[in-house]
C-alpha cells in the first residue's frame, strides 16, 4: 500500500503544534521569562558601547545613532528582567538550597538598590539620538556622555548579575555565601490576618500542650550556620505569643476544672438520705 503523500505534512504540522504548545506554556512562567532576557541588558550593552567608541573614532553619526538606538534598547530591557525576576522569587527560592537562597536574595537586593542606572543609561541614550536635531554640537559630548555612563552600567550589570549563577550552580560556589539579608523583601510571602487567627484558635485547642520550638524561626534551626539566624527581637515576640497561648489555655482549662467540682463533690440527696438511714 503505497504511503499517504499527506503524511510528512501531517507530522510537521502535528510536531509545530506541539512545539507552539509547549513555548506558550513556557512563555507563561516568570522564572522562564527572566532567564531568557536577562542576558539583555548585559551583552546588548557590551555591544552598544563597543559599537559607540568605534562611532566616535570614526566620526561617524550614523554609526553613532545605531549605537545609541542598541544602548537604549539594552537599558530599557532591564525593566522587563527585573519584573520578571521579582515574580520568580518566590519559586526559585523555593527550589534552591539554603545557601542558593542566600545567593538568590543578593542578587535581588543588588538589582533593586541599582536597576535606575540602566533606566537613567536610556534616558540619556535616547538624549543623545535627538537633541542633536536641535542643537548639532551636542552630538559628540552627548555620545562621550552615553559612553561613560554605559561602561559604568555594563559594570554594575556584571555585578548583579554575578550572583544569580551561584543560586542553582553549585559548581560556581567557589567563595562563602554573603551573608542573610536582615530586611525581608516586598516580593517574599506574607501571612495574611486570618492566617493569624487560625493560628492562635489552633493553639488555644490544644489546651497545655508544650509547644515545639523547633518549629519557630531560629529556635531548632542549626546552630552552627550564624548566617541564617533570625532577628533576636522576632525570636523574642514569637517567644511571648507562644507563653501567652499556654497561660490563656491553662486559665481555661482551670476555669473548666471548677466548673466540674460542685457536682463532683457534693452527694445527690437520695445517696445523703440512704447514708443516714443506714445502720
Known amino acids: 500500500m503505497p504511503p499517504c503523500p499527506n503524511g510528512g505534512v501531517r507530522r510537521s504540522s502535528d510536531f509545530l503544534m506541539n512545539y507552539l504548545t509547549i513555548l506558550r506554556e513556557h512563555l507563561g512562567q516568570p522564572e522562564y521569562m527572566h532567564v531568557l532576557i536577562n542576558p539583555m541588558p548585559v551583552y546588548g550593552l557590551s555591544m552598544g558601547v563597543i559599537t559607540l567608541g568605534i562611532a566616535l573614532i570614526a566620526r561617524s553619526r550614523s554609526i553613532m545613532i545605531a549605537a545609541l538606538i542598541l544602548i537604549f534598547i539594552a537599558g530599557l530591557s532591564a525593566w522587563p528582567t527585573y519584573h520578571y525576576g521579582q515574580a520568580a522569587y518566590d519559586r526559585v527560592k523555593s527550589m534552591s538550597d539554603a545557601v542558593g537562597g542566600q545567593w538568590l536574595d543578593e542578587h535581588m537586593a543588588r538589582a533593586e538598590k541599582l536597576i535606575y542606572a540602566f533606566y537613567l543609561l536610556a534616558a540619556v541614550a535616547l538624549t543623545g539620538i535627538f537633541a542633536p536635531l536641535r542643537w548639532p554640537r551636542s552630538s559628540v559630548p552627548l555620545a562621550i556622555t552615553t559612553l561613560v555612563l554605559g561602561v559604568t552600567t555594563l559594570g554594575?550589570?556584571?555585578?548583579?548579575?554575578?550572583?544569580?549563577?551561584?543560586?542553582?550552580?553549585?559548581?560556581?560556589?567557589?567563595?562563602?555565601?554573603?551573608?542573610?539579608q536582615a530586611d525581608e523583601h516586598t516580593h517574599t510571602h506574607l501571612h495574611h490576618p486570618e492566617e493569624n487567627s487560625m493560628h492562635d484558635e489552633h493553639a488555644e485547642g490544644e489546651g497545655a500542650k508544650p509547644m515545639d520550638n523547633s518549629s519557630m524561626p531560629g529556635m531548632g534551626a542549626n546552630k552552627d550556620d550564624a548566617t541564617l539566624a533570625p532577628d533576636p527581637l522576632e525570636a523574642s515576640r514569637l517567644q511571648l505569643e507562644a507563653s501567652r497561648l499556654q497561660l490563656e489555655a491553662s486559665r481555661k482549662q482551670l476555669e473548666a476544672t471548677k466548673a466540674a467540682e460542685p457536682s463532683a463533690v457534693s452527694p445527690s440527696p437520695n445517696e445523703r438520705h440512704d447514708h443516714e438511714h443506714r445502720p
Open 156 to 180: 554594575i550589570g556584571g555585578w548583579i548579575a554575578y550572583p544569580a549563577g551561584h543560586i542553582r550552580h553549585k559548581e560556581f560556589r567557589f567563595e562563602a555565601p554573603p551573608a542573610a
